[in-house]
């Protein structure tokens, strides 16, 4: 198993522009997230997707979308590149199973739009 | 809301000098506590689940435990492999998609 990928893994925007970065799960989860880490900070959710055609809004939305039209893809959209999205994107993956959902992640898009 | 704060921010730590991690969290039902270790430039790796106050688990010179207010980690006499970020996280409502929400991180450096 590959576990979570995601590509690219580094990426310069300039501001205005648009961009999907990919991620992909080999392990059959249900449940799929998009995360962003800023510099010394933790993680904030973005989306989140809890199966194939349903997604929901995390605690930092704004400014991106997702689709999940398959089990294994959650892609993540920036529609107009703001300095502000200048951050590292993680997927994650989880699965329910007698109540332990430990989520997986990918190892990373480092994203800096100037 | 929940909330999970972690401290120290950073340790620094002499190899075999053992010491402990700290997440303090709030959250309405806990359906479990997550600690995660993350290295420079890679996506944070799972290390432990924790369900219920009074819970321990161990892997190699870690050791988590859990209360119903905070977690420990201790790292036992850390070797220099074991310099890297760790993070806390909570497991809400399955309901709302089995969100987890995360600490800031403590930044553990070990030093030969």
């Known amino acids: 198993n590959a576990g979570v990928t995601q590509t690219p893994k580094f990426r310069i925007l300039k501001i205005g522009q648009s961009m999907t970065l990919q991620c992909t799960q080999d392990?059959?989860?249900?449940?799929m997230y998009w995360y962003r880490q800023d510099p010394g900070m933790g993680l904030k959710l973005i989306y989140y997707s809890v199966g194939a055609g349903i997604t929901d809004k995390g605690e930092v939305p704004n400014g991106y979308n997702v689709s999940r039209s398959t089990t294994e893809d959650f892609p993540l959209r920036l529609e107009l590149a703001a300095p502000s999205q200048t951050s590292v994107y993680f997927c994650a993956s989880s699965y329910l199973k007698r109540d332990s959902y430990e989520q997986y992640f990918g190892p990373g898009t480092r994203l800096t739009v100037t | 809301e929940d909330q999970v704060t972690q401290s120290p921010e950073a340790l620094r730590l002499q190899e075999g000098e053992s010491s402990s991690l700290n997440c303090s969290y709030t959250?309405?039902?806990?359906?479990?506590l997550f600690w995660y270790r993350q290295d420079p430039g890679k996506g944070p790796e799972f290390l432990f689940t924790?369900?219920?106050a009074g819970e321990e688990k161990e892997k190699e010179r870690l050791k988590a435990t859990l209360t119903k207010k905070e977690s420990f980690l201790h790292i036992t006499a850390p070797k220099p492999e074991d310099s890297a970020t760790y993070l806390c996280a909570v497991g809400g409502n399955k309901a709302a998609g089995n969100k987890l929400t995360f600490g800031g991180g403590t930044r553990v450096l070990v030093k030969p």
């Open positions: 924790l369900y219920s």
């Open positions: 392990m059959n989860h249900n449940y």
């Open positions: 959250v309405s039902g806990l359906r479990g």
